[in-house]
């Protein structure tokens, strides 16, 4: 039997249990297999993608992908096709699919407007899985999207805690991190935001308290 690589087993493990929580979501691996099948250019990110680098998979409610912008309204069309029950709900940065019932997003389908998600698209970890292959984001990538999360002014408080629990978890399990890419990444969230970056990542390191 063949084993799957630790990113592929995280998402195995955070599908099962956001569909043992809500039996109503719509899982990963059938959006990956829609958006391959149109020859979509997409990363997997949220805590779907990033599970594998935090080595601690947890359930979500919804299934983030960063879509290039030219696949941008192909994907929002193959996917409400393949899931009748969602709803289009359009925002500058995202477009959120809904159930139509509960209107609770299923699907964010993130627009690469910031230099950092361009880029996102082009710093990956490609996983195999179920037959699909489909890209994450690298590590370092990984680290700078929840950064970037959990120091945004329009993002909850609650949120930006468990942004800040992934990032503290990628940061603990992951001993090697190209600390120059890092600031390079770091540095796409606003003009100095890598040396802030580091620090953070200095402060996880160091066992002392992350200051948002």
């Not at 299923?106 to 490609?126: C, E, M, N, S």
């Not at 370092?140 to 993002?155: C, D, G, N, V």
């Not at 909850?156 to 992951?174: G, L």
């Amino acid at each position: 039997m063949q084993l799957l690589d630790v990113h592929a087993n995280s998402l195995a493990t955070s599908s099962a249990l956001s569909g043992y929580y809500m039996n109503t979501t719509v899982l990963p691996l059938p959006i990956i297999s829609v958006l391959n099948a149109e020859g979509i250019n997409f990363v997997l990110a949220g805590a779907h993608g990033v599970g594998g680098w935090m080595d601690d998979p947890r359930a979500t409610q919804d299934v983030d992908v960063v879509v290039a912008t030219r696949h941008h309204k192909k994907a929002i069309k193959a996917l409400l096709s393949a899931f009748p029950i969602l709803e289009a709900d359009d925002h500058p940065a995202v477009t959120r699919l809904r159930d139509q019932n509960t209107k609770k997003v299923r699907i964010d389908i993130i627009k690469p407007t910031q230099q950092l998600f361009r880029d996102a698209l082009k710093h990956t970890h490609v996983v195999t899985q179920e037959g699909q292959t489909y890209k994450i984001p690298s590590l370092e990538m990984a680290l700078t999207m929840k950064f970037a999360a959990m120091i945004s002014p329009h993002r909850q408080d609650e949120d930006k805690h468990q942004d800040a629990h992934d990032f503290i978890r990628i940061v603990k399990s992951n001993k090697e991190v190209d600390l120059q890419k890092l600031t390079t990444f770091g540095d796409l969230v606003y003009n100095g935001g890598g040396a802030e970056l580091l620090e953070k990542v200095r402060q996880v390191r160091a066992g002392e308290k992350l200051n948002l």
